[in-house]
């Protein structure tokens, strides 16, 4: 399956800053239906009134992480076969050996550019490549 360029995909961050850089390196890609939510759980909220194609995600936020969000994704049936990308400035190995068991599908450290958020979207659906 090629990557749906039209698919919602939602963008958590708790600094408004860093969902301008995603969501403008997201349409930089040729995304254009982007959403974004500040924490894990306004994230949660939206994701059960809407399905998400795709879910990038920090990591450190308050109250509810994005390790928490994606704990939680990956437990509500309707929701735990939603791609998720977990962003973050820490490259602590335990990091991301919990994200990876917790069912994160890839993992990008911060700083990034178009071309790394496009490699791991393409790596998250594999067919993109060649679309």
Known sequence: M?????MPVLVVDDYSTMIRIIR???KQLGFDNIDDASDGSAALNKMRGKKYGLVISDWNM???TGYDLLREVRADPNL?????IMITAESKTENVIAAKKAGVNNYIVKPFNAATLKTKIEAVFPDMASA
């Open 2 to 6: 090629a990557v749906d360029l039209s």
């Open 24 to 26: 403008n390196l997201l």
């Open 62 to 64: 308050e109250p509810m």
């Open 80 to 84: 735990a076969t939603t791609p998720f």
